[in-house]
């Protein structure tokens, strides 16, 4: 007797738009969604970093998704909006956010739908995609979270943002 054929895991991904792109990650590196909100700037961080957001007392960097694709950097509008995501990585900043133009819906995908990034190394960096979904008319691009910014560019985040808003000294001996 033949035992069924196990059930594919499905998978959830968070479709978005930036620019004329669409884009997508999955569901389980997305901590929330934000309506956009002012920024606080930071002095002499490069782009693509765009500010920091204050989020429940935790300051929250935030990069601009467009200008980190090499597109023009966005023009807040009514729809745009940071998607709050959690990083796996051994560093100081363990969340990360993402302007982008609009967020579009939640899709269920199967993991056999993801399929490889093509190979473009040297003409461009193809290093932030997890793979491409197939769709009626193209693709979405499917990001990895821990992949947007190099270990280096969030070392040099974290620095920039703790010199700018310290951590609280909670065990500090009174004198």
């Given at each position: 007797?033949h035992?069924?054929?196990?059930?594919?895991?499905?998978?959830?991904?968070?479709?978005f738009?930036c620019?004329?792109?669409?884009?997508?990650?999955?569901?389980?590196?997305?901590?929330?969604?934000?309506?956009?909100?002012p920024?606080?700037?930071?002095p002499?961080?490069?782009?693509?970093?765009c500010?920091?957001?204050?989020?429940?007392?935790?300051?929250?960097?935030?990069?601009?998704?467009?200008?980190?694709?090499?597109?023009?950097?966005?023009?807040?509008?009514?729809?745009?909006?940071?998607?709050?995501?959690?990083?796996?990585?051994?560093?100081?900043?363990?969340?990360?956010?993402?302007?982008?133009?609009?967020?579009?819906?939640?899709e269920d995908?199967?993991?056999?739908?993801?399929?490889a990034?093509?190979?473009?190394?040297?003409?461009?960096?193809?290093?932030?995609?997890?793979?491409?979904?197939?769709?009626?008319?193209?693709?979405?691009?499917?990001?990895d979270?821990?992949?947007?910014?190099?270990?280096?560019t969030?070392?040099?985040?974290?620095?920039?943002?703790?010199?700018?808003?310290?951590?609280?000294?909670?065990?500090?001996?009174?004198?």
């Amino acid at each position: 007797m033949h035992s069924p054929a196990p059930a594919e895991v499905s998978l959830q991904c968070l479709c978005f738009r930036c620019a004329d792109t669409r884009l997508g990650i999955l569901l389980h590196q997305v901590r929330e969604l934000l309506e956009y909100q002012p920024l606080t700037p930071i002095p002499t961080m490069p782009a693509p970093l765009c500010g920091v957001l204050n989020l429940r007392g935790s300051a929250v960097p935030v990069i601009d998704l467009a200008q980190r694709l090499g597109l023009p950097a966005t023009e807040p509008q009514r729809r745009s909006c940071i998607i709050i995501l959690q990083l796996a990585l051994p560093l100081q900043i363990h969340e990360l956010g993402m302007l982008v133009d609009e967020v579009l819906m939640v899709e269920d995908i199967q993991r056999s739908d993801i399929e490889a990034a093509p190979a473009l190394e040297p003409l461009m960096s193809t290093g932030m995609l997890a793979g491409m979904i197939r769709e009626t008319a193209g693709f979405t691009l499917l990001l990895d979270a821990n992949r947007l910014l190099s270990s280096h560019t969030l070392g040099t985040l974290a620095r920039h943002v703790t010199a700018i808003i310290p951590e609280p000294d909670c065990g500090a001996a009174d004198d």
